[in-house]
């Protein structure tokens, strides 16, 4: 293909993708370095029947002015990666130089708002993903060995936790577990214990989130480990048969070998996708014991004073450094494999 | 296909056990809240039993009938849900045409160009497409005030647009690449020029590709919370923000069925979407499995 064709086919796609992706990234590299302005302060004689009195107040007028003149804040050099909301040097420090055992000192850092929020983020990306690649593979080989005629409903039913939108998704079950909704006056029922509430203590909310995020992933790792299954050398399994492999001797020796290209894929969508956890925290309202990057970012934006563009900013400079630092295998091993191909 | 993995009885029980456990964990919520947006508040929200949400004692109290639509006319007409309905009807054919639109063209040149640069163009497309969408809303932000292009529909078609793009070109580059050169290259060969072999080689053989692409696309946009949260005013909201906004109100004045009532109108049409593209759901799924 022509360099000129290319460029012709390409630029709607690439001209979308450089100032709708690269730009708003360039962007928020700049807005990180910077700050809110403080607002103007001015000092005011009032002057009544007891005398003279000094008295500082804000200047509305003068911080709108300021804010319309310079909209991106206040140069701040990397002060925001470093205070107390991000990267919390100080306060790290303090906490490794003086403290009571490795317990407190954990206790301490999780207590920070970017070491809760990135805590909880790769917990839950690191257990929903395996969980979720066991749980479809197990129905994979379930939906396998059914009769051709319930297939199709089967897998109809699978794929509804997967397609549904996660913020409506987490809402339904959040009715659900509510101490009111099915699931949580059952559990209170089941243990006999009026006050158990799933939303009640860290522990309970993040098991809850984690449960959520494997129901909603699920489904993804079972179609294609279900495709995988279509595909299966039959003349291998045959021979294993003849040599008398049991059936759990098949699927160890035979079908997870050919499914473990598949699973490096699943593994990889999945870490995308469940590093940006977000939808989840709002639907179930777990803000106060829960909270992922993407959360502290929208947090942020959202704020009902004013919103924080360098907090975002910043944080998002930091996920989108963990985004590499989780890609960086597959960028390694891609690279290799097309340099192979080159040469 | 009992054949291939053994008959052992107990083996085949517990995975048809597992599978029925599976079915109902994941298909319960859904009927279960379906069924319950029909019932009042005391009856889906109720403390002594949940039979009063099969039943509904309370909804045959308060309305005269097992059955009521009062979350739904709470809901379209109180709150006027039908205006973010039409958003979402915009902003999700926008979406959907306009990606396609741009990414068959890019797949397409993607997959036929042999030169370095579009592997250069794929990998940067697999980073942008593993961005949380949140960061790059933090940086929209800022520059659609100043531009004063915040708020309104045509802005965040766009942004999801090419937030769509990395996903989309990655699967139409594969797609095209299952089509064989020669039909367009001996058209080029006959004289036409590359987009006429485009149009007249490769356009009637691309529909599969494309619909199953377009489906994705479609999910995209209409899933999306974080863009259309943040991007859209109080008036252009969509679905599932306006949902999300319901929520605030719902819980102080106890109308939270309005919500479950919105809630199952906007999960109702996807039902009827994966029963129609089942198909062509589990192909696109598995299509980036399969080529690698």
């Known amino acids: ?160 936790p997967y397609i549904v939108t996660p913020l409506l998704g987490s809402l339904i079950l959040f009715w659900m577990i509510n101490s009111d909704g099915v699931i949580g006056a059952t559990l209170q029922w089941i243990f006999n214990d009026p006050e158990l509430s799933l939303k009640a203590s860290p522990g309970l909310t993040w098991i809850t989130l984690i449960v959520y995020g494997t129901w909603h ?31 759990w001797e098949r699927i160890r020796y035979v079908v997870i070998p050919h499914l473990v290209p598949l699973a490096t894929f699943v593994g990889l969508v999945l870490l995308m996708d469940n590093f940006r956890v977000f939808e989840p925290i709002i639907g179930f309202s777990a803000e106060a014991n829960a909270t992922s990057l993407s959360w502290s970012i929208y947090n942020d934006l959202n704020g009902s004073v004013n919103q924080l563009f360098g907090s975002a900013a910043a944080t998002s400079i930091l996920t989108m450094l963990g985004v590499i630092v989780l890609l960086m295998p597959v960028l390694i091993r891609t690279w290799r494999e097309f340099n192979r191909k080159a040469r | ?38 019932k009042v508040q005391a009856d889906f929200f109720s403390r002594e039993s949940f039979w009063n949400a099969i039943f509904g004692p309370a909804t045959q109290r308060q309305t005269g009938g097992a059955f009521t639509l009062d979350g739904y006319e709470g809901a379209w007409i109180e709150r006027e849900f039908y205006h973010s309905v039409w958003n979402t009807v915009i902003v999700t054919v926008c979406v959907t045409s306009i990606s396609l639109l741009f990414g068959t063209l890019g797949g397409y ?24 969408h949140i960061t790059l809303v933090s940086g929209y932000l800022l520059p659609f005030f100043e531009l004063n292009i915040w708020g309104y529909l045509p802005t965040a078609i766009i942004v999801l647009v090419a937030i769509n793009q990395p996903f989309t070109i990655w699967m139409l580059h594969s ?99 994966v029963m129609f593209f089942q198909r062509q759901i589990v192909s696109g799924l598995t299509a980036g499995a399969v080529k690698g």
């Open chain 1, 1 to 160: 293909m022509r360099h000129r064709d290319f460029t012709a086919f390409i630029l709607p796609s690439a001209l979308a993708m450089l100032l709708f992706i690269a730009l708003p990234i360039v962007s928020v590299a700049v807005q990180s370095l910077f700050v809110e302005h403080e607002q103007v302060l001015v000092t005011v004689e009032n002057c009544g029947p007891f005398g003279c009195q000094e008295e500082t107040k804000v200047d509305p007028d003068a911080t709108a002015a300021l804010k319309e003149a310079e909209p991106l804040g206040r140069f701040n050099g990397l002060g925001t990666y470093l205070n107390r909301a991000h990267l919390a040097v100080t306060e790290v420090g303090e906490i490794l130089s003086d403290n009571d055992g490795i317990g407190d000192v954990i206790s301490r850092i999780y207590n920070l708002p970017f070491y809760k929020a990135l805590s909880f983020t790769l917990v839950y990306t690191f257990l929903v993903t395996p969980l979720s690649m066991i749980a479809g593979f197990a129905v994979a080989l379930g939906v396998n060995s059914i009769p051709r005629m319930f297939k199709g409903p089967v897998i109809f039913l699978s794929l509804l």
């Open chain 1, 217 to 247: 992933m699920t489904p993804f790792a079972f179609v294609v480990f279900y495709a995988g299954l279509q595909t299966l050398p039959q003349d291998t399994l045959e021979s294993a048969m003849i040599d008398g492999a049991n059936r």
């Open chain 2, 1 to 38: 296909m009992n054949t291939q993995l053994g008959h052992s009885r107990t083996l085949a029980i517990t995975s048809g056990l597992i599978l029925l456990v599976w079915l109902i964990v994941a298909a319960f919520p859904f009927f279960w809240t379906v069924w319950g947006s029909f």
């Open chain 2, 109 to 132: 040149a993607l997959s036929r160009s042999t030169r370095k640069y579009t592997f250069w163009i794929l990998i940067a497309a697999l980073v942008f497409r593993a961005m949380p």
């Open chain 2, 175 to 273: 797609f095209f690449m299952s089509i064989p050169k020669d039909l367009d290259e001996s058209a080029m060969v006959d004289g036409c020029t590359r987009f006429q072999a485009f149009r007249w080689a490769i356009m009637p053989v691309m529909w599969p590709g494309v619909i199953t692409t377009g489906l994705f696309s479609f999910l995209l946009a209409y899933n999306d919370f974080a863009v259309t949260a943040m991007l859209l005013n109080q008036d252009n909201q969509t679905m599932v923000p306006k949902i999300n906004s319901f929520l605030g109100t719902v819980q102080t004045e106890g109308t939270i069925m309005y919500a479950v009532a919105a809630t199952v109108s906007a999960t109702v049409p996807l039902f009827i979407l």
